[in-house]
């Protein structure tokens, strides 16, 4: 089975910064969905850091990339979003509103998550990359 792939912030920055198990995950993925939250996430860490432009270059080639889209919600991510906040609040388990909109999109589209975060443990409905 191909490997399809949504990535969390920390595990794009691990493949930038050339972490063999992000790099080996990355190149085993037939596609890499980036949440659009993962992407506002980035682009407003590197307007706090000192290498926006350098940063804002290497994640445009990477965005480039034919096996790269960037994932959007729509109406039926907002279902997935109530079910998963609701799940998590009756079990006692929040989790930030950001990766809340993770997790709708990756149940949504079927995907695996790859993601260094433990909360996403939580979600037993997530398979992990």
Same mark, same amino acid.
């Given at each position: 089975?191909? &490997?399809?792939?949504?990535? @969390?912030?920390?595990?794009?920055? %691990?493949?930038?910064?050339?972490? %063999?198990?992000?790099?080996?995950?990355?190149?085993?993925? $037939?596609?890499?969905?980036?949440?659009?939250?993962?992407?506002?996430e980035l682009r407003a860490?590197?307007?706090?850091? $000192?290498?926006?432009?350098?940063?804002?270059?290497?994640?445009?080639?990477? &965005?480039?990339?034919? $096996?790269?889209?960037?994932?959007?919600?729509?109406?039926?991510?907002?279902?997935?979003?109530?079910?998963?906040?609701?799940?998590?609040?009756?079990?006692?388990t929040p989790i930030p509103t950001? @990766?809340?909109?993770?997790?709708? &999109?990756?149940?949504?589209?079927?995907?695996?998550?790859?993601?260094?975060? &433990?909360?996403?443990?939580?979600?037993?409905?997530?398979? $992990?990359?």
């Amino acid at each position: 089975m191909a &490997l399809r792939i949504a990535i @969390d912030v920390n595990r794009y920055v %691990d493949f930038v910064r050339g972490v %063999d198990e992000a790099v080996a995950c990355f190149r085993r993925a $037939r596609e890499i969905f980036v949440p659009f939250i993962v992407l506002a996430e980035l682009r407003a860490g590197f307007r706090g850091g $000192r290498r926006t432009t350098a940063n804002e270059a290497v994640l445009s080639r990477f &965005l480039q990339s034919d $096996r790269v889209t960037v994932l959007l919600p729509d109406e039926q991510t907002t279902h997935v979003y109530a079910d998963v906040y609701t799940q998590l609040r009756r079990a006692g388990t929040p989790i930030p509103t950001n @990766d809340l909109w993770i997790a709708a &999109l990756v149940i949504q589209h079927g995907l695996a998550l790859f993601t260094r975060d &433990l909360h996403f443990d939580h979600l037993p409905q997530i398979p $992990r990359a």
